[in-house]
């Protein structure tokens, strides 16, 4: 479980802004939000990829398959 320790320092570092404010608990919950809505747009898009890659070997593979039939 790699990818959660990265994530989870990644979710600290969001606690403050950039002027070294400490957001309020709303602030935080709604950054919190937004974290967990990117994760998961980036690992549906990483498993979209993934499918799209193993779609393409199974036709390559089936392609090759075929001509020497």
Do not use: C, H, P, W
């Not at 790699?2 to 979710?11: C, T, W």
């Not at 309020?24 to 937004?34: D, G, H, P, Q």
């Amino acid at each position: 479980m790699e990818g959660n320790s990265r994530s989870s320092a990644s979710y600290l570092r969001y606690f403050s802004d950039d002027k070294g404010r400490v957001l309020s608990e709303e602030e935080r919950a709604k950054e919190t939000v937004y974290i967990q809505k990117m994760e998961r747009e980036k690992l549906e898009k990483q498993k979209k990829k993934e499918a799209l890659e193993k779609a393409e070997k199974e036709k390559a593979a089936g392609a090759t398959g075929e001509s020497k039939s």
